[in-house]
């Protein structure tokens, strides 16, 4: 089992930015890819970010490619989202998300990729 919980969200103004954590727990918690998803109202879920379990590997999506930087501390448990240049856009809930079944290097972009989830933290961004 592995529990995610993510911090950092906020109301902020469109260009400014902002870093969200999500602290993972349990017996496997250095042991899974993570991965950021983030939900709109009215949409589905859809992929942000991911990072492989050793952190060599990272994807983005290509609406935060060159604005959103993932990166995890593997002593500390804990994946962030620092996220730059915010847009209106951007505004959605994001969730942490996690998996122990892939390698080293691997990942998957996939919302059914991930078996354990955090609770979300709401990011709104205004114009």
């Known amino acids: 089992q592995v529990q995610l919980v993510e911090s950092g969200g906020g109301l902020v103004q469109a260009g400014v930015s902002l870093r969200l954590s999500c602290a993972a727990s349990?017996?496997?918690?250095?042991?899974?890819?993570m991965g950021w998803f983030r939900q709109a109202p009215g949409k589905e879920r859809e992929f942000v970010a991911v990072?492989?379990?050793?952190?060599?590997?990272?994807y983005y999506a290509d609406s935060v490619k060159g604005r959103f930087t993932i990166s995890r501390d593997n002593a500390k448990n804990t994946v962030y989202l620092q996220m730059n240049s915010l847009k209106p856009e951007d505004t959605a809930v994001y969730y942490c998300a996690a998996d122990p079944r892939y390698g080293s290097s691997w990942y998957s972009i996939q919302v059914s990729g991930y078996n354990y989830w955090g609770q979300g933290t709401q990011v709104t961004v205004s114009s």
């Open positions: 990072i492989s379990r050793d952190g060599g590997s990272t």
């Open positions: 349990g017996r496997t918690a250095s042991s899974c890819a």
